[in-house]
């Protein structure tokens, strides 16, 4: 009896110094990992994030909100139920869905084409958002990005619906034989997308990537630009070469640092109870503790600014990491960021919970990144060689022969590091990217984000 108590008091004290050694545990600074990453060019302060904020009389994010005010408005009148529900009047469908539009019955096509052409609350949007896509723009002050991951974002949705507004006024107008407004349409919708290039947080860039994807499918669904004058192609690869795909990518990138370390200093403000709770809730800490995580919640109990700065210690420096990979060319980076990932889910890397809630999140950042800049290229491309064919009576031999006379350069696919494919096809020609499988599909080109080998590719029929 007494060898069990001796083992039992044993136990508690092991346990009870265990604790105390949780809790008088020296909390690691964050200073070596901030220095690195400013070392890279990466912000660790707002002020490095936002150096300057807008006058609100050269902001054109205000005029942009100015629209989303109207757009919200003009979609309750075509919905029902709770504005969130989603539950819309077939109208509103219509009004944001290229393909719904598309594979509408003839009557209702009508009634939503003089809805969309002909409506005044849409007519003042589509003002408002053609002055705002001229100017300079900063949707957040720099104060709003202290607080950190939950920072609001609701304008961004309407953005994307402005976007998918302007596709379906594109459809029209090329149905109706207006293939300069058509090409001034899906323009517009680009210039939106160039809009959120220097938002410093990779939702915003997301938001981007989504909406200059709108516009480059609806440029390449219809035969507008085939028929459009030479001075609007000209403006529309003016619009392309100003979609900075790469720079708006790296300042994404760029600001989710400082929206980790503002989110984890929120934390660190709140009582200890509340501390528990919020570290449960962005999944530092799991619902229900397991025997791997007891150390967690024993940290997260007695000692939450040593876990949290020991969390955000390795999301500093595998973030770092995974920012040299964002400059690479996808068929050199994706290697190496597979390779980090996978170091990832083994040893250490398995109790980082914070870098394991986002670091999947930045291949697919990174993968999607380079295939909307593989987009952006091969529709200037093809814009281009319908250019040339104006100019020479014939579309060009070779990529190479679009520069210098109409493109400064000719671009090279990020997934395979060679010039993008280019072949003729009868009187037209195709050109495409092999895509992230890196491998030659003959062109096969399925909706972005579809499962699967596919190839990124612009078909022009030379009608």
Not at 42 to 57: A, N, V, Y
Not at 375 to 391: E, M, T
């Amino acid at each position: 009896m007494k060898k069990f108590l001796l083992v039992i008091g044993l136990v508690i004290a092991a346990i009870c110094i265990y604790i105390l050694s949780i809790i008088f545990a020296p909390v690691p600074s964050l200073d070596s990992s901030l220095s690195k990453l400013k070392a890279q060019g990466i912000p660790t302060t707002l002020e490095e994030l936002i150096p300057f904020e807008l006058p609100d009389s050269e902001n054109g994010a205000l005029i942009y909100k100015e629209a989303f005010r109207i757009l919200d408005t003009f979609e309750q009148k075509y919905s029902v139920g709770e504005k969130h529900s989603r539950k819309y009047k077939d109208d509103w469908k219509y009004l944001i869905g290229r393909e719904e539009y598309l594979n509408a019955p003839a009557d209702k096509k009508k009634e939503i084409g003089q809805i969309v052409m002909n409506d005044p609350d849409l007519n003042k949007i589509y003002s408002l958002v053609n002055k705002a896509s001229r100017m300079k723009c900063q949707f957040h002050k720099r104060a709003e990005y202290k607080k950190g991951f939950v920072m609001e974002t609701g304008e961004f949705g309407q953005a994307r619906n402005c976007a998918r507004l302007l596709s379906v006024k594109a459809c029209i107008e090329s149905e109706l034989k207006l293939h300069d407004e058509a090409v001034n349409s899906s323009s517009l919708i680009l210039r939106i997308s160039s809009s959120f290039e220097n938002e410093p947080s990779i939702i915003a860039q997301l938001v981007r990537e989504a909406i200059c994807l709108i516009g480059l499918d609806t440029l390449r669904s219809n035969d507008a630009v085939f028929d459009a004058k030479d001075a609007i192609n000209e403006n529309c690869l003016d619009v392309l070469s100003k979609t900075n795909n790469r720079s708006a990518v790296e300042n994404g990138f760029k600001g989710e640092p400082i929206l980790a370390y503002y989110t984890c200093a929120d934390l660190l403000n709140n009582s200890k109870a509340n501390q528990f709770d919020s570290l449960k809730a962005i999944g530092i800490l799991a619902e229900k503790p397991s025997l791997y995580s007891i150390h967690f919640y024993l940290l997260g109990c007695f000692n939450p600014r040593k876990l949290i700065n020991e969390q955000m210690i390795y999301y500093f420096d595998e973030m770092s990491k995974a920012y040299v990979v964002l400059k690479m060319p996808y068929h050199e980076g994706s290697i190496i960021l597979k390779d980090l990932i996978d170091k990832m889910a083994s040893g250490r890397g398995k109790e980082m919970i914070l870098v394991n809630l986002i670091y999947p999140g930045v291949d697919r950042y990174y993968t999607r990144s380079e295939e909307i800049g593989a987009y952006i290229d091969i529709a200037s491309l093809g814009v281009a060689n319908r250019l040339y064919k104006s100019k020479h009576g014939r579309f060009a031999d070779s990529l190479g022969q679009l520069s210098p006379g109409i493109l400064p350069s000719v671009p090279k696919d990020p997934f395979s590091g060679n010039d993008y494919v280019y072949k003729k096809e009868g009187d037209g020609f195709i050109i495409y990217s092999l895509g992230k499988n890196m491998k030659d599909d003959n062109g096969k080109f399925e909706k972005m984000g579809t499962k699967g080998d596919f190839d990124i590719s612009w078909r022009d029929s030379g009608k």
